[in-house]
Every structure is written in C-alpha cells, then in structure tokens.
C-alpha cells in the first residue's frame, strides 16, 4: 500500500523522537524518510535504541545533511533553544510540529521571562497553533506550525479548560499538583537521573519556577495564576495530576463530571470516568488515552479532579500524531491505536 | 550487657513488627521476649521474614499464651478494631505502645462514623496520649498507654501544627498532598498491592475519605477541616506530603521557616532544610528522620511545604522506640540511629 | 472494513487474557465476540481492566453461557487442570489455541509426574501440535488445536533447538539461567508476589522442579536433561535467559551465529544480534520480537548464548496471535506490528 | 564516650564512601576526622549526600589538604588506577583498607593484562592481604594494608572456596551466572545508567570479558578458569549469584552443606539456609550478611548454590569495617549490626 505522508524527524535520538517512530511504524500513511540526531550523525537508529532495530528506518543524519524536497511533515523534538532557527529554516511548504516549548507561549516576553533569551522567530512564533488536540482542532486542522503541548499542560488542561470555560470553577486557587514519570527529563545525561538517585524515592522539584507553568496560565486564560508544583516518581513513563479547584456558584461535582462528559463524548482518546472510579497512570501507559476522574471534597465549594497520561505519548509524540492526522485531513485515530501495556 | 527493659511485641507478623524488631536489635537497652502472630502462631520469625534469622528472637505465639509477668512494655502492631481488647487486657502496670489507630481519636464518636463501629474501651482511650514526639513530649513521658500516629498524620502534622500555634498560617484551605509507598498498606494479600499492578503507576485513592483525615484535624485543632489526597507511588517506602497553605497577615514564607527552626533546634531527628533545597524519601528510607522544606509560592499569601519520611520508621516503629525512650527515661535516639540506606 | 475472524478468549480475566486483547484489538481481521472469566462473570472487562474500557468488549460470562456457533477460533487461557476439559468441550470446527500448559507435553506420564494428576484428554492430547511458531511453522498451519509454548521454553528453544539441530553443541552441560518479569505469575494474589515483597530483590526458585523443564527436554528431543534455573526478577514484563552450551567438535561462536541467522533470516520477529550486542528486556518490552546474543567464551569449547523476550508477547499471546495467523492463512505479522515501548 | 580510632575516608562522594559513613555513623569506636572527594572538595557531604546531614562530619577535602598526624585507619574509596599512588602516599604507620580493585591481583602482569597499564607499585602489592574476612582472618589481623574484596568476587568466593578446599565439587565447569543491582556501577553518570535505560530491564554484560574474573580465579586457585557472567537488575542494592557446579567423586549435596555449615557456624554474618529455602536480596539489603542456599540439582553429579549479599555492604564498606575490626582488635561486629531493611 502506498503511504501518502513523507515524514521527517528532527532529534530522533531523544525519546519524544523514539516514541514517534514507535507510534508512526504502525502509521498507515506516514513513510519516515529522514532522521536527525546532531551528536549520533552517521548510526543507524538500532545503535541508539535497540527496540527500533530492522525497521528499514533511514540512518540519522545532521539537519544540515536533509533534504524537505517532497516532505509533508516535520516533527521537531530538538531541546528548546536550538528550535526556534531550525523550523524557521523549514520551507514554507512543508507542515511543522514542534514539540519542544519554544513556539508555545504567544507572548513573546513571557518567553525571554521564563527561558532567560529573546525568542529569535517572533513571525513565526505569530502563526503557531498551539496543538492542545480535543480543544483546538480546527485551529490545528489549518496550521502550518503547531507548538505541540508539554506534558504537565496536557494533563492539567484537558480537565481544566472546559470547567472554566463553563463558568464551573473560580480562577483563584487552582492548585495543580503533578507527578511524572522520570522520561518526562528526556534521555538527558544527569546524577539526578540515574537509576540509583530516582529509584525507591520521590521529590518535588521546580516548585514555583517550572517552565510549564506560565504555559497552562496562558491556555486558561484570563489572567489568572495557578499553584503548580512538580514531582519525579520512580516510574519511566505517566503524569497523575491532581487538581484542586473551587466550585463557582452553585456548581456541583456532578455539573463538572457532565461538563466533561459532554465535551470528550466523541473523543476517542478521553475517558471521563464514573464516579467511585480513580485513574493511574498503568492504565494509560504507551497509549493516546486520557482518564479524569471528578471527585467530590469534604468541605462544600471544593472538588479534585484527577488526570492520567502517558507523557511521552498523549503528553508528547501521540498528541504530535494525532494534531498530524488533523492537518492531513486523516483519520484521527491512525497510528494511535495501542492500547496501553498492562501490567 | 544486662538489658533494662523487657518488651513484648503483639503482631510481630505485619510490616511494623518487623520493623519494630529491625530497631529494636540495635537498643542496647531493650531485651525482646515475646512474640504474637496470630496466624502464624508456632513459627520461627524467620520463617515469616528471612531477615530476621539468626538473632535469637522468641518464636511466634498466640497473644494469649504471653504472659506479660516481668514485662516493661507492649508494642501492639494488631490491626485496628482487634486493638482495643488486646490493649484492656495488659495489665496497668505494663506500659503499652499502640501502632494502630485504635487509640488516636479521642472523640469515640468520630471512631465510629470513620471506623464503622462503636469504640469498646472509652475509658482506656480517655488516658492514651497521641503519640507525636517531638510536640508532645512532657504527655509522653508520663503516659501509660501512647496511641501511635499514623503515617500520614505525621508527616502532615510535624510541619503543621507549629505554624498553626504560631499563628503565621491560616486554618482554611490547608491542602495535604501525600504520596506513600506500598507498605503503608501493610502485608495485605490484595490484588491491588501485586507488584504487577503497583509498578509503573501511580494513583490517587482514597479520596476525601482516607481515616487519617479526622487524626490530622484532630490533632490541628480549632475545628478544622483539611483537604487530604492520599496517592500509591510505586516504591515500598516512604511519604513525601506537599502542603499548600494560606499565610495569615503579613506572614511571609522566611517567618514559616524560622518557626520551624526553633521549634525543632533541638530535635535530633529533625531537619528543616535550607531554602532551595527539597527532600525526597530517599534520604530518609530507612531511618526515622524528617525533613522539611518550605518553599515560597508565586502568589502573594501563599506557601508549598513538603516533607519527607520513612512510613515504617518515623511513621511508626521509629517513633514508637522514640516514644518508648521518653517513656523509660532513656535517651531519646537509642535504637534509632541508622541513616538512611541510600542509595 | 468487516473482519473474517471471530474469536472467543477463555480466561479473560488473566494477564494473557488481558494482553491478547490489547494485541487483537489493532488486528484488522479478528473480532472478540465473547470473553470468559469465571469468578468476574457479568462485568464489563473495563471494571477488571481499565486499560481496556471503552472497546465495545462483549461483557464477562461463564464459559457455559457462551455459544460457540459461527466462531472461528478459541484462545484458551485458563489455569492448567481447568483446561482440559474445557478444550474437549470446543466443537472439532473450531481451531484452538490453549495458552495453559495441558496440552504441551506429548506422553501424558510426564505430565502426570509433572502436574500431579492425570491428563483427562489424551485423544485430544495426541492431535496437539506444539506452537513454537517459528520452528513449527508446517504443523501450525494444519493444527487444529495448538498448544502454545511457555514463556521459559520459548525464551530457551528458540536459541538452542537450531544449534542442536545442527550438531553445532553438546546435549551435555545445557545450562539455562533464565530471568523472568513478575507477570509470569499472572494475576495470582498471593503475599510472594506483593509489590513490597518483590521489589528491589532478585531470587531464584523451583531449582530443578520447574515444570517447564519438561518441556524444555521434550522439544530439544534426544532424552537430554537440562540443568534450568528460573529467578523471580523486580520487573513486570520480560525474559533474559542466559544459556551455557558446550560447542561439538570444531564448531565454533561463529557457526552458531551464522546458524541462527541461517535459521531466522525471513522471520520478522527475530533479531540474531551483532557480535559485542546483547539484548536486555527493554528492549522487546509490549513486542513480539526475540533478541538473541551468542558470545564467547574465555575456555575453547564453550559458550554463552542470550535471549531476550517479553514473557507476556512472544511468551504466551502474541506467540498465539502469530500461531493463529499462520492457522488461518493470514499475513503473519497481523495485529503484532508493535514496537517494544521503550523507555 | 571516648573513640579509639581515627579514621579517614578517601573518596567519600562515592557510594562506597557514603555507605562506609553510614555504617561507621554507628561504629561505637571510630570517629571519622577526615574526608576526600576530588571534584566536590569544599563541600558539606550533606550537599552531595542528603542522608548524611548533621552528623558533624568534616568537610570534603582534596587528599593532599588531609594530614594523617594521629590518623588509624584510612578507607580508600577512589577508582581504580588513581589509588595506587594515593595508598603509596599513606605513612606505613597507618593501616589502609582499598575498596578499589587495585591491589586485588598478586600478580602483576594479571593486573596489566585486565587493567590495561603496568601497576605502579608492585611492592606495596606484595604486602596487600586480600580481604575476603571469614576465610583470611589471621592474614588481615596482621595487615598493613587489605585489598578489600570486588562485590561479585565475594558473593562466588564464599560459597566457592570451603566446597573447593574440601574436595567436594570438580576445579572444571564452574559457572557463575551474577545478577547485580545498579549501585554495583557506582555514582558513574553514564547513559546506560540513567534510570529510564535500567527500570523494567535486564541484561547480561561484559560476558568473558569482566574484571573480577581474575580475582575470582586467584583466589579459587589451582589455575582454573571459571565462567563469569554478571547481569544488571533493575534495582539499586544486591548480588545474587546462581553457581553450577560439578561435585566429585561421591560427594553429595548434604556433604556441600555440611561443609559450608561447618565453615561458617561461628561467623556473625554467614547465614547457610536449610533445604528447601533460596535466598532473596532483599533478606540482606543494608547488611553485612551473606545468605546460602545449597540445592540439588536433577542430573546426578551437579549442583546448584545460590548466594545473596548487599554489593555495598558485605561485597564492599561493610566487610571493609569487619576487616577493619579484626585489624585493629575490635569486636567484629561492630558498626555491623544493621539487620536487612524489609521491605
């Protein structure tokens, strides 16, 4: 069967990279034909990860060494900073999907704020779409570059968004606490990283300073601040966030389930669970799903929302794929159909 | 070196027996002469944990072929609801050290709504004291009969309760999110507590009904109520608990950590740590340390406190020998000196 | 698209139940059209497995409730014992693949000294054909009853039945220390399998009582006894057995590598790894893939081979889904085109 | 109470070093005055350990700013290669024990061939007693310097050398098939280390090709050459070896059993398990014991041992401070008493 998209990969040697060649080898209508990997230039992507061997994957290159001619797609996971010149170097032509933060924040001050230099493509930064999937579709539908959301965002957004937009929940004291898997730091080289440092322990870190949060300010809106405090957890892969909010009015925990229900019931990948039911993370692992979970606070006027992902997929590379899918005018479902592995 | 005191201990089968006995082996003062396991009744120790071969340990025994003649102290380590009977027939002159949460609610009306059924010793409950060391010592070491806190309760309340005495923090919207490790639930044989379904996941539970909750408010005091989310974390050990909390007047986050200093100068176990460094469960694991952060939030009036302990040890055994010491007069870290096995 | 197949899977409510699901459902040409769970009977699979909620799953039965008219085939994955009697129940026109290990052993002696009872179909036994898929491939295609081969087995024969058949090694000496995922126990509630008592330990058991290992001897033929030593390891998923083999006459690593690719070159989920390459478990983790390492010995005469499968994929259903496939004449790699999901 | 002994620890931002500070925390007579650590010199240990906060240790140095002017005792830590010189540096009035790999190897040559340089002190060499505690005692009580066991040498030796002297089991086909925990790998921050290449994961290594080879072949002596082959596991603490050996003449397994029985019925540390009973990891995590199972293999002539050690304990700090003790008269115990911590 002849493949309609040509894709290429740039920093495939992480793994947001990894996992989008995990998620488009079953892709119907995605043929790879280029992968960057700046330091591993020349390897064949078996040598950097065993898992991808004997797929027929092109060997990794440097970006310079590609060529877009006849390229539909390219999905961005360079670390952010060294993205910004890399999609602007990409013709106009060719669709982009960024999955480091450098095209998520619209305001191109919070950038330098929180990222510490001047954002060098602000055109550019102008035409991005941030890629939120099941809220943003037809913005997406029609871009040409899509800022594909961080992980902590998806998670604490999807249940969010539609509460406040229904004027369910206050804008104050939003409280997001999250807990991630360690691939949520990438393949990067660091003490803290190593099996022997993250393994039998968990710690908060970034508390107050993490680059997500002016992310999920900027997509609720409003102007309004949340508390978002992060977690490392001795797991590989999955973010839990935990959501306390503050009803408005007369709204009950009941107005939110249906609120959400209502909003994800044609969604393939949301799972408004039933009352009595909590999410985790193994129920959602290596696949696109999202379960949320509405519960009901002791004190009246309060309730916790509870949220499951997979970073790397529904956090990253399946959200990439499913946006894809949406600027291709596919199927939304295609290469997304792995159900999560358990146990 | 003749031992001074003889103790018996009562579920030495569950997971804070064990640990109870791991502790104890290295009290020079302490001499352990028996052992109850109901079900396991007739065993060696080291048939029920491996690890504690070899140390001369008194075989397994129904609780009622013990006598307690010559006995200076009982560690109950039954599961709540078989407690209160078990604790009535010590007899008065035996000292008796209750890890279950039998004795923590002082209020036998609040047991019943949370436990499900009436408390059968209200007057042996009117003469326990709350174990919680470090901010109830002069009660401690006076007591016949210390009802041990709970895991949770401790690594909420340490924090907690000198700020509230000290006025600096608000009594509403005190928010504890708690993550434990799996031994919190003991050695219950469940399908939720396999390896197979705890590994790469994590999960809230429990929601705004955990029995924790009425010890944690009990214990702050003023007719409180807190908002308390307990999660599962897939490691065997350990409690980080994150407090959001609303500053009272001009309270600032450097007034939090000065109380905290001063309270506990003096406490061996206890370390608030300097600003910007947070704890995690591994340096802890093992030992019956606590440590604090406190951390500032990007709103105004606000603050983040985590804290981190052992569940096994702080949370439980630990602090039991810690109350025993001050109980017997002896010094405070006899028996509790391990670091924490890291890595 | 419609689907040519309907399928049926006995046992459900087990992992391999549960992981032949997840396979099927991206197989394009199988339908689920009843699921069997004893003890669960009358629940939706969503409420035993979340993972798989929302994939208009038939509900739980008993197997007697279910009609096997118009369907294609029966995956049986019930306890051994159980299962006898529920295959001879299937009508001759429907193709069977058991999962357990009733039909494995072809003299039902062994398995009566093995199992501890005696096999209650040996008409049935006798027509069993042995699913190693790749070295069987003939019989499968004509089976009408398929027993699938046990994670261990499959890890250990693959390597070493090609070697042997080629008289490249001794049929002395076979040494296989062989590393399994916590899965291998499936869903059994039993406290050596709690995720405290598992964790962060690495054990041996049944040394020289597995029940695998008569397996294991009957495939590799030649009334050999294998010396096969299973260890229980801190992980869900996967299979590392290491195999020490004594080389015959002059042959030597090379000749077994050049057999083994020889004998795998067209098979699409065997991976004969590079010299200086060995497999880890991660590797092949959710996938159907086998990664097999031959290296060298310090001694002249022997050496050291390593497999690396997912005990749950190619172990036990995945392996069936590839048998299933080549039954009904269908593409073999139908429905098991996933990656390993790595990290 | 005044100490006895002043003792140093170079290298202490290893986790040797860490894991010696744990356990002499609680050595009731030996104050550590002096610490290295290269890269960190400067620090507090607690800014590289966070475990070993307020414990009143010195301040991390460089080796040339420690004088050893009433010194004892000096721990050395450092990697190999670098230590030859630091130990040569070391006033012969003050007693060394090397945790390094350094001076293991008597001969020389052996220790160019597998180290790749010549060794620059062969004199000191010649003075080293190799510290394998329960089976060299009078050697290292008259010890200036003791070259202080590899983790996978200890877990083979002990088990090894008692069957060996005694004539039981065959000097040909020794198999050592090792699985070890992360720590054996040290602090190193390496990609193959980070915990999302470990988690969920095992795999052989340095197949024919691993250090401890040679040790492991000087010490079982009579020239014979033995199969190595270590695993990573995933999980932080623990050796497990699974041995394969062949037993001579008419030796049995009661005889192997018997014989370590009756080697190590006074050692404090030695646990030799009865039939039926296989030791795990976690039954010695944290602790200086040595666990043995003795087990009967199906072919006549062959037997299986499985040994259990904590790789930072008994395979490195702990059986350092147990030599230690012996060296300097001490009860052996001492500093020792740490039970497993379980779970």
Excluded at 163 to 169: T, V
Aim: glycine share 8%; with cysteine.
């Amino acid at each position: 069967m002849k493949k309609i998209l040509k894709a290429v990969v740039y920093g495939a040697s992480g793994y947001t990279g990894a996992e989008l060649l995990r998620l488009l080898h079953t892709h119907p209508q995605v043929e790879v034909v280029a992968l960057s990997g700046e330091s591993q230039a020349g390897k064949d992507i078996a040598e950097v990860y065993p898992h991808l061997r004997g797929l027929g994957l092109p060997r990794l290159k440097k970006i310079e060494e590609i060529s877009l001619d006849g390229v539909d797609v390219v999905f961005c996971c360079l670390p952010h900073g060294t993205t910004q010149d890399a999609v602007a170097a990409v013709p106009k032509s060719v669709k982009t999907i960024d999955l480091s933060a450098d095209f998520r924040l619209k305001d191109i001050t919070t950038y330098e704020q929180w990222y510490g230099k001047p954002h060098s493509q602000p055109e550019l930064q102008a035409q991005a779409v941030y890629g939120l999937t099941e809220l943003n579709k037809d913005a997406i539908r029609k871009a040409r570059l899509v800022a594909n959301p961080g992980c902590y965002p998806t998670s604490a957004l999807l249940p969010l968004i539609p509460l406040l937009r229904a004027g369910l929940i206050s804008k104050d004291n939003i409280i997001i606490d999250a807990k991630s898997g360690v691939t949520g730091a990438g393949r990067k080289v660091a003490q803290n990283f190593l099996y022997t440092e993250v393994n039998e322990s968990i710690m908060a870190y970034g508390i107050a300073t993490h680059r997500h949060t002016p992310e999920i300010e900027q997509e609720l809106g409003g102007g309004l601040l949340v508390t978002f405090t992060p977690h490392l957890v001795p797991m590989s892969r999955g973010i839990l966030s935990t959501l306390y909010v503050d009803l408005k009015g007369a709204a009950n925990v009941e107005d939110l389930r249906h609120t959400l229900l209502d909003t994800y019931q044609n969604e393939p990948f949301m799972h408004i669970l039933p009352e009595g039911e909590l999410p985790s993370t193994a129920q959602v692992r290596g696949s696109n799903y999202c379960a949320i979970a509405v519960c009901r606070e002791r004190r009246t006027g309060k309730a916790i929302l509870v949220s499951a992902i997979d970073n790397l997929t529904k956090g990253s590379s399946g959200q990439a794929i499913h946006n894809m899918n949406l600027m291709f005018g596919l199927e939304e479902t295609m290469g997304l159909q792995h159900l999560a592995v358990f146990p």
